[in-house]
Structures are given as structure tokens and as C-alpha cells.
């Protein structure tokens, strides 16, 4: 039996790049940071010098006058950039919501610092992007190689490209999916998750914590410290590496905790 009412879920696939295509993304990235950084900027001079609130359909009007001071935004596709619009909107609306709320840090939205932007999206899926076989056909960039480890299910809607900090990519898929009903069966199991195991069973059993950060804790004390001795020397390549080294560590984590 299956519910009528439908429901997004996502699938995430690693993607492999050309140089010149990494070069084109990494660019693309840039160009949506200065439409953040610009988009906020109008919206804080709107209530400065106006005393009003511009909402998202106003900042979405002003890229094509964007485009014509700075020509480089038309290497982005049109939906992509009004995506990043929509974003410094809905970080606007959470932080009026939080004010609201009487939350203790309520965070006003922040500019964007150089490679503090990784990720874009498009809204529309087969406006700009589409999957054809095993290749991923980007406007404005050309066809990507990704790995379908597991077959996409449902309806793609849109499509999040994400750079990680250790310079890796990847595209997240979300996809409208009918849910369906698990088949009944008599055998109940309760479960409960602690800090002692990472859950225990009411037939008794328990599952053993992995513990996966105090399994890399070593490593990572290590490269800190190698990484503070460079700092502290101004060996700034070495700081570098050893930040890059930190970076893996962790992405290594955050995909077993996955």
C-alpha cells in the first residue's frame, strides 16, 4: 500500500571533473559569492538609508543591472544566481524569525569571504542540468562524470553541486518519491540509543559504538600540532598542507559517521 502524498529525498554522487572544468565551477563559485555578498549589501542599504525591507523578488530584479556592471555573471545559468538570491532571502527570513523568538544569538546573515562559498544550485531540473547515462550535462561547463553508486529513484527536482574542503565535488539529486508502506509483520523490536553503545536492542543485544573521532583523535592532535609549529614558524606552505592534511581527517570522519 502506498500513500498518495509525495516526498523529496536525496542522492548523493561523487563527480569527477576536468581541469578546465574545475577551473569553470571554481569561477562560477566566485561569481555566486558576489551576488551573495552584493544581494545582502542592497538589502542592508534598503533598510539603512529607507527604513524598509527588500524582499527576494525586488534583489532578484537587479541582476540583470548586475550583469551589465559586472559581464562575468553570465558565465553562471539565470536560475543558478536567482537561487542564490532566494538563499540570502531565506537566511533573512531565520534571522527576523529569530528575533522574533527571542533567541539568545539571533546571527544577522554574514558577507562571504574568498572560498567561503562552495556550493550552487540548480532549481529546475532540465534547465541547465540533466543526467544523460553515467554524465552529468551542465550548462555553461559541459558533461561531468559521476558515479552512480545507486540508481536514482522518483522524480529529479533539483540539483546542489558541493565543493568539500579537501577540493573534491559532488551532486546532490533531490527527487519527489512516492512513500510506501513497510509489509506488517509480527516481530517488534525496540530500539534505544545511548552513549555507552550506539543503541541496545529490548531482545538485549547491543550495538557497539564506533567511535569513529576518538579513532582519528591521534591523527588529528598530530597534523595540529604540526600545523601550529608551521604557523607559529610563518611556514606558510607547510601551514597550508597541514591544514589540507586536517581537512582530509575530518571529511574521513564525517563519511564513516555517514
Not at 524598509?52 to 545559468?77: D, F, G
Not at 537566511?91 to 544569538?105: I, L, N, P
Not at 529546475?124 to 552529468?136: E, H, K, S, T
Amino acid at each position: 500500500m502506498c500513500y498518495t502524498k509525495t516526498m523529496r529525498k536525496s542522492f548523493k554522487y561523487r563527480i569527477y571533473l576536468t581541469n578546465g572544468q574545475r577551473r569553470i565551477l571554481g569561477q562560477q563559485l566566485e561569481e555566486c559569492r558576489w551576488v551573495y555578498n552584493e544581494t545582502l549589501a542592497y538589502r542592508k542599504r534598503a533598510y539603512a538609508e529607507e527604513q524598509r525591507t527588500a524582499n527576494w523578488y525586488e534583489t532578484k530584479r537587479q541582476l540583470p543591472i548586475w550583469k551589465n556592471v559586472r559581464p562575468t555573471l553570465k558565465l553562471v545559468h539565470s536560475q543558478v544566481l536567482q537561487n542564490v538570491t532566494e538563499r540570502v532571502d531565506l537566511a533573512c527570513k531565520a534571522f527576523f524569525r529569530r528575533v522574533r523568538e527571542s533567541a539568545e544569538e539571533v546571527g544577522f546573515p554574514r558577507f562571504k569571504g574568498v572560498g567561503r562559498y562552495d556550493s550552487i544550485t540548480y532549481p529546475q531540473y532540465g534547465n541547465g542540468v540533466r543526467l544523460d547515462g553515467d554524465r552529468l550535462i551542465l550548462s555553461k561547463v559541459g558533461a561531468v562524470h559521476v558515479v552512480l553508486h545507486r540508481p536514482l529513484e522518483g522524480t529529479p527536482k533539483t540539483v546542489t553541486l558541493t565543493r568539500s574542503r579537501t577540493g573534491k565535488w559532488y551532486a546532490c539529486c533531490s527527487c519527489e518519491v512516492e512513500p510506501c508502506e513497510l509489509e506488517p509483520t509480527a516481530e517488534i523490536v525496540g530500539v534505544d540509543v545511548g552513549l555507552a553503545s550506539f543503541a541496545t536492542l529490548s531482545t538485549g543485544d547491543e550495538i557497539a559504538n564506533p567511535r569513529f573521532y576518538r579513532r582519528n583523535e591521534a591523527d588529528l592532535k598530530r597534523v595540529q600540532q604540526l600545523k601550529d609549529a608551521a604557523k607559529n614558524a610563518q611556514r606558510w606552505d607547510e601551514n597550508r598542507r597541514r591544514k589540507k592534511a586536517l581537512a582530509h581527517i575530518h571529511e574521513r570522519i564525517a563519511n564513516r559517521r555517514s
